[in-house]
């Protein structure tokens, strides 16, 4: 979802333009993919989010110069370092705004994340920015496998 509604906005200010082609149609398939994700029934994945990331990047480089381009390299580039060594989702969490707008659009039923869901008993895990798995695959690649009845 965080995926989703940051390339939304950042897109959305390049659909008026040269590059406005390249990211009508993304900006489409997000919108429309939107509620599912956070409403934890679909998840983007880091395919999708890299796909979208990249046709975003695609459209942001036929719109600048290089000097601007080289400004919003590093400082993607200070982004990724920065997150190998400080969590977003905390940084998140503890800033109001930042909180407000990530839960804009999420369940709102209660439920924890990692806590047991009604579907047969199955663990939802998560990672640290959003859903791992869920069921029986959450155990680990040497679990047994579930046997039927």
Do not use: C, H, Q
Not at 3 to 10: E, F, H, I, M, R
Not at 14 to 32: E, S, T
Not at 55 to 80: D, K, N
Not at 132 to 147: C, K, L, N, R, Y
């Amino acid at each position: 979802g965080r995926a989703l509604k940051a390339g939304t906005v950042a897109a959305t200010a390049m659909v008026v333009g040269p590059a406005g082609g390249l990211v009508a149609g993304p900006i489409g398939a997000a919108i429309a993919v939107l509620p599912a994700d956070l409403g934890e029934e679909v998840m983007l994945g880091d395919a999708g989010a890299n796909a979208y990331g990249a046709l975003i990047g695609l459209a942001l480089a036929t719109r600048t110069g290089p000097w601007r381009r080289a400004a919003i390299l590093v400082g993607l580039g200070a982004l990724t370092a920065a997150s190998e060594k400080v969590s977003f989702t905390r940084v998140i969490e503890a800033t109001p705004v930042l909180r407000e707008i990530d839960a804009l659009g999420r369940r709102t039923d209660g439920r924890d994340a990692g806590s047991a869901s009604g579907a047969g008993g199955a663990e939802v895990g998560r990672t640290a920015d959003g859903p791992a798995s869920t069921g029986s695959a959450a155990a680990g690649p040497d679990a047994e496998p579930p046997t039927g009845g």
